[in-house]
């Protein structure tokens, strides 16, 4: 595992080509599992464990890396598969990623490789049973790779509130229907309902996509009339990290196209690092935020929009 990760931040060059890399790995068994690769800090032979009395059962215990309290979580049983026995932790491995601004650390039975893929490649997950974990699945070398949907685990395992304070809830005179209306994108199921509440709570309607092709296709189809993208939304929330087309390209499609380059976009991220901010001006976005605070999301938002709404026309 040596110099795997090394020089990840010189990977930023792939953004707004719709690549992504992963890194592989596996649990019990020969399925393939990925993680993007700007949400991992390291991978390490799994520390000493000290168990936490009435933690999530699938939190195997707490270690300190490089001066840190991680929570380590044995991935396999976060999605309903066997966990790793006591007995070959030794031999197994951790994948300290940061996610939603936490850092934790995910159990594995072994890491395989880094692969770089377009985002072209990376489709939905199929409809059954276990693919409520997935966010998307891939095919590499006849073999199937599914992508986690680990905001859903975490979620489980440490749910946070996601509500809006009562001082943010307020009915946003805003000057209009379209207005009024913002537009979601995400793969993350969890992600969606997160972001949805939060913009309801502040009385504005939300119109949800689940990855960046399908929300370019509904952007395209509002300004085919010639009607400016303002007569129909008031901003764009969204992912990065998401099938067919990512955030970033998404970003770029819109910025290139005169009716819809007007619209405000914000990158909305489970991806931390400060690359984010490079990343946000190089493909043309007005801002990054990362998840998930509801408050600092609803007031900004609130901000943007009345921001716009006293823009001279």
Request: hydrophobic share 40%; aromatic share 4%.
């Amino acid at each position: 595992m040596a110099g795997l990760l090394d020089n990840v931040n010189q990977r930023t060059q792939m953004v707004g080509q719709n690549r992504l890399e992963l890194l592989l790995f596996q649990l019990k068994g020969g399925q393939f599992y990925g993680i993007n690769v700007f949400k991992v800090r390291e991978v390490l032979p799994c520390p000493g464990l000290t168990a936490i009395p009435h933690s999530h059962p699938v939190v195997r215990g707490v270690s300190h890396v490089r001066g840190e309290t991680v929570p380590i979580i044995d991935t396999g049983m976060a999605i309903g598969r066997q966990p790793i026995p006591d007995e070959e932790l030794s031999e197994s491995l951790v994948i300290v990623s940061e996610y939603n601004r936490k850092t934790q650390g995910f159990l594995v039975r072994r890491v395989e490789r880094i692969v770089n893929l377009n985002w072209e490649d990376v489709h939905p997950p199929p409809k059954r049973a276990r693919a409520e974990y997935l966010t998307a699945v891939t095919e590499l070398e006849e073999k199937l790779v599914e992508i986690l949907d680990v905001e859903k685990i975490l979620a489980e395992v440490s749910p946070i509130d996601d509500n809006v304070s009562e001082s943010f809830q307020s009915t946003l005179d805003t000057g209009g229907e379209a207005a009024m209306r913002v537009l979601v994108v995400d793969d993350s199921s969890v992600a969606r309902g997160q972001i949805k509440r939060c913009m309801e709570a502040v009385g504005l309607e939300v119109v949800i996509c689940n990855d960046g092709r399908e929300a370019l296709q509904y952007l395209e189809s509002l300004v085919a009339d010639g009607s400016a993208i303002h007569d129909h939304l008031a901003l764009m929330i969204s992912d990065v990290e998401m099938p067919e087309m990512d955030g970033y390209t998404l970003v770029t499609h819109c910025k290139n196209n005169p009716g819809l380059a007007p619209l405000y976009i914000m990158l909305h991220s489970s991806l931390s690092g400060v690359f984010n901010q490079a990343m946000v001006q190089k493909v043309g976005a007005d801002e990054f935020m990362a998840k998930f605070n509801p408050n600092e999301l609803a007031e900004r938002v609130m901000a943007v929009m009345d921001q716009q709404h006293h823009m001279p026309s």
